[in-house]
């Protein structure tokens, strides 16, 4: 059901880090690039653009050190594509808060083009190590449908919440989207880590927690390096 829109990767007894939702806070890669040795692979949970006083100029610069982040380390650093940035490049049927549209109007530019088929290369769920990472997650109630009215909506893999009243598909699993207070197994299997996300007045609502990922199977939370 998900093979057109999953990226598969392949390894056997590795160790990854995943990373919740940025909205344009670059000194989390900054972390995350002094520690890349340590690990096999970096997935980033989605959600580079935006934040509450976040000029369109901090998304750009921000996707534009991602891209180059993955460029340089491109068998190691891996990205989902998220509902904050998907509206920039999809037409979808609906706005969302934090819309900007000047940022829209700077990703459609010419100069932004290879910026722009970046961002929409980035698949919708990876998997590695029978782990799926992916936005907001894997729920039984997405029937699989990729167009925009697939993913646009409350029970996608780059919408779907654990408040709205949805049930997420039985298998292992990490996301963020939702903000939480510490990375948290909110069900079997299934973890969100979205703690990097703020209050409007810039109040941190997590501790900033990060998730550790062994051969699939074990699951720590840990914190990035200063």
């Known amino acids: 059901m998900l093979e057109a829109i999953v990226k598969f990767i392949g390894k056997e007894m590795s160790k990854v880090l995943a990373i919740g939702d940025i909205h344009t806070k670059t000194w989390i890669i900054e972390k995350v690039s002094k520690v890349i040795g340590d690990y096999d692979?970096?997935?980033?949970?989605?959600?580079?653009?935006?934040?509450f006083d976040a000029s369109p100029q901090d998304t750009l610069k921000t996707w534009r050190i991602l891209?180059?982040?993955?460029?340089?380390?491109?068998?190691?650093?891996?990205?989902?594509?998220s509902n904050h940035d998907y509206i920039y490049v999809y037409d979808t049927h609906s706005l969302q808060s934090g819309y900007n549209p000047i940022t829209h109007v700077l990703i459609d530019a010419p100069e932004n083009k290879n910026l722009r088929?970046?961002?929409?290369?980035?698949?919708i769920v990876i998997e590695i190590d029978g782990v799926s990472y992916s936005h907001a997650g894997i729920t039984?109630?997405?029937?699989?449908?990729?167009?925009?009215?697939?993913?646009?909506?409350?029970?996608?893999?780059?919408?779907?919440r654990p408040n709205k009243g949805i049930s997420y598909k039985a298998i292992t699993q990490v996301f963020g989207h939702t903000p939480i207070d510490t990375c948290s197994e909110i069900q079997e299997h299934v973890w969100c880590i979205d703690t990097f996300s703020t209050m409007p007045d810039h109040s941190r609502i997590g501790d900033?927690?990060?998730?550790?990922?062994?051969?699939?199977r074990k699951?720590?939370?840990?914190?990035?390096k200063s």
């Open 140 to 160: 039984n109630e997405w029937p699989g449908n990729q167009n925009v009215n697939g993913l646009w909506n409350d029970v996608s893999p780059i919408w779907a």
């Open 67 to 81: 891209k180059d982040f993955q460029t340089k380390h491109q068998n190691k650093v891996n990205l989902v594509l």
């Open 41 to 51: 692979s970096i997935v980033f949970c989605g959600d580079y653009a935006d934040n």
């Open 117 to 123: 088929e970046w961002l929409m290369s980035m698949p």
């Open 208 to 216: 900033d927690s990060v998730l550790e990922v062994i051969d699939g």
């Open 219 to 224: 699951f720590s939370k840990t914190y990035l």
